[in-house]
């Protein structure tokens, strides 16, 4: 049976792994020239996405690339002394496995699990899906699929041909996040340097294994602004003014913008659909339940819907009839957690009055104050979104010891 993926970021390469697992033929599309190795942003793996890694054999190489941010010194608006926090404290009171690491380099590390068995298509996309499974694309010669899912991202190419316009099913929740790529000045190691003001929030963050530090902006609009996906220089307009006169440090930051090697700028935005699936198609990750980027767990998520969404096709043997609506019953509360998860996040992450400010600071200085026993109390408290994730309970999808890591099908390729 052929499937084609479209998208090789994260919960594509993971999805081809377990259906390849599982006796089926691969092929993933992706957009981009090559695999991206630009670094990304921070992405938070927890226990869920953690042991589906292990099963997949990555869970060292994920470990090694992990950022190591262990330590936070957070200023509130106006504030002349900062709080420093041990993020160790938090991290272990959510009694759970978790680890932060890049985006790009998680994708990287699932795409050599499974570069061995999985055709690839780099620099290529999906111009047209038929109902029997005829697939064209810019670049290379019409094929036949049994099935295609789309793993592309929020903006996904593959929603947008079968299911319509993707203003149909996003929900702005009132933020944009802007990411960028900047000389690690400051030598952060480990550390998470954050300024929070009213309406906005921009932190700064070094990876023991990279050369350079990440930049990350996120702020409050009312209204969903005016710009194109592809007007980049609009978009670091849009992040001056939004963060003007904050700091001297983000001042600092975002004087990096017309020299940075890696920008990406976006809105918050949730998906809410009816269905994930039409016929041979279907959606898996942001692509088709984005609860929110950088709020919400929407890499932890999108693994956990790959390897579902491979697992009920394998236990329906390959028909989507079957299978499809079996994934969306197991994902469906999943779902609508995160969804609650984001929300919450935003609007403590992004306070919206000068009180919420100080409610976040002091927030943070009390965790960093209290003996480790009445700080893993609170921390439970209030850290939402890992004891969302670490009380998911997924099925397991035993692989056939015949099936497992074969090529099937590539012959009538």
Known sequence: MRILISGASVSGPVLAYWLTRHGFSVTVVERAATLR??????????????????????LPRVEERATG???????????????????????????????????????????D??????????????????????????????RRFDLVVGADGLHSNVRRLVFGDESRFSAFIGAYLGVLT???????????????????????????????????????????????????????????????GLHADVDRWLAELDRTPAFYFDSITQLHMDTWSRGRVALVGDAGYCPGPA?????????????????????????????????????????????AVALSAAKTLVPTSRLGVRGLVQGLRLISALPAGPSRALVRLTTKSARLYNSMIIDDYPVSPTASGRRVGLENR
Not at 49 to 56: D, G, Q, R, T
Not at 195 to 217: D, I, K, P, Q, S
Not at 302 to 312: F, K, N, Q
């Open 295 to 339: 709020v919400g767990g929407s890499t932890s998520l999108a693994i956990v819907g790959a390897y579902v969404l491979a697992g009920e096709l394998a236990r329906a043997g390959g028909d989507h009839e079957r299978a499809f609506p079996a994934y969306e019953r197991a994902m469906t509360e999943h779902v609508r957690g995160s969804r």
């Open 37 to 58: 190795k630009t670094g990304g942003h921070a992405v938070d793996l927890f226990r869920p996405a953690m042991n589906i890694s292990e099963k997949m054999g990555v």
């Open 69 to 111: 941010a262990n330590r936070m010194t957070a200023y509130g608006e106006g504030a002349r002394r900062p709080v420093r926090v041990d993020l160790s404290k938090i991290f272990g009171a959510t009694e759970g496995r978790h680890v932060e690491i890049m985006r790009d380099d998680l994708s990287e590390i699932y795409y």
């Open 113 to 142: 699990a499974t570069r061995d068995d999985v055709e690839y298509i780099f620099g290529d996309s999906i111009t047209a899906i038929s109902p029997d499974g005829e697939v064209r694309f810019e670049n290379t010669a019409p």
């Open 182 to 244: 900047l000389p690690n000045a400051a030598d952060l190691d480990g550390e998470l340097l954050m300024h929070v003001g009213v309406g906005r929030t921009a932190g700064m963050y070094g990876a023991r294994h990279l050369g350079e530090a990440r930049a990350m902006f996120l702020f409050r609009s009312e209204r969903e602004l005016d710009y194109s996906r592809r007007d980049v220089p609009r978009q670091k307009e849009l992040l001056r003014g939004a963060f003007r």
